[in-house]
């Protein structure tokens, strides 16, 4: 026969409770100290956007007035002290999305190849080492390397073309290793189910994985552009001139670019306290630019994790 279970004592759980070694004191000491860290953690948030908004209303309140249509949509004019900065503009964003086109599929493959493919070893730990060393190294070293490299051996010359190949090397590490994280998040249950409903690897990975990834893939690439817009060393010795009275005809000329510019009037240009507000209004559109380019990636990043949900 087959015997019933029979129902615990109402009692039994507070028993059970009751019988666990607890230790008062230690209860005690935690509570302090978890609102100790609590407290540590939440004054590191305030003091960061803190600081984050002093420095966006210090340019805004000094910048703004010197923002208009003129500003935004003419070129400069008597030693950059008027007009606007319209190739400026033009410059950043091809450098931008130029060097974006170069190195997101390049550190995409890169992570897939480190992730998917590769056999731990050596070989890996040491390219995985070297791709953690070229993400601290400054960026007038990869400014200087574009020069030695692309503008003179490849004989490309101080162009948007060898300023592009700069920034895509200098944002080359931040995108291999958010693509990687990114592949790494995927549960390995989709792998399975892949490849056990007869699926190769690399249909795995291109139809199943990649499309996980994507939105940490994207995070990656929105963090990547940023740090490629704001970038001064890198350009300055590749692609970036003093003044130009036109734009690029091609990716073979030199172009004038937001962040150099903005070098430019507050260190070399003759009339420094003249053009004080043409600093400030560059300096609020380089960032109001950069802000609009990552809302563009951000908003591409939300769609697709709504698809994949």
Request: charged share 10%.
């Amino acid at each position: 026969m087959t015997q019933m279970t029979q129902p615990l004592p109402a009692n039994a759980l507070d028993t059970t409770m009751t019988a666990m070694p607890q230790d008062p004191g230690y209860l005690k000491r935690r509570s302090p100290l978890q609102t100790i860290m609590f407290t540590l953690f939440k004054a590191s948030v305030v003091i960061n956007g803190l600081a984050l908004a002093i420095i966006c209303g210090y340019v805004l309140y000094y910048g703004l007035p010197a923002i208009s249509w003129e500003f935004l949509l003419a070129h400069p004019r008597n030693a950059m002290t008027e007009g606007g900065i319209f190739p400026c503009i033009i410059g950043t964003i091809a450098l931008s999305y130029g060097s974006m086109v170069i190195a997101l599929p390049w550190g995409v493959a890169t992570a897939i190849y480190l992730h998917e493919y590769a056999k731990p070893g050596p070989f890996v730990h040491a390219v995985r080492l070297a791709i953690n060393n070229l993400a601290g190294v400054p960026s007038v070293v990869f400014g200087l390397f574009g020069l030695s490299f692309f503008v003179t051996v490849m004989g490309m010359g101080v162009s948007l073309l060898a300023g592009m190949f700069t920034l895509s090397a200098l944002v080359l590490p931040l995108i291999i290793g958010a693509s990687e994280e990114a592949l790494r998040s995927v549960s390995p249950t989709y792998r399975e189910a892949s490849l056990g409903l007869g699926a190769t690897k690399w249909q795995t990975i291109s139809r199943v994985v990649l499309p996980a990834a994507t939105p940490g893939i994207l995070t990656g690439g929105i963090l990547a552009i940023g740090r490629a817009a704001g970038e001064t060393a890198a350009i300055m010795f590749t692609a970036a001139m003093f003044f130009s009275p036109k734009l690029p005809s091609s990716v073979f000329d030199s172009v004038m670019a937001l962040p150099y510019h903005i070098y430019v009037l507050a260190t070399a240009g003759t009339e420094i306290e003249k053009t004080r507000p043409l600093q400030y209004g560059t300096a609020l559109v380089l960032i109001s630019l950069v802000l609009g380019m990552n809302m563009i990636a951000i908003i591409i990043r939300a769609r697709l994790q709504k698809k994949l949900r």
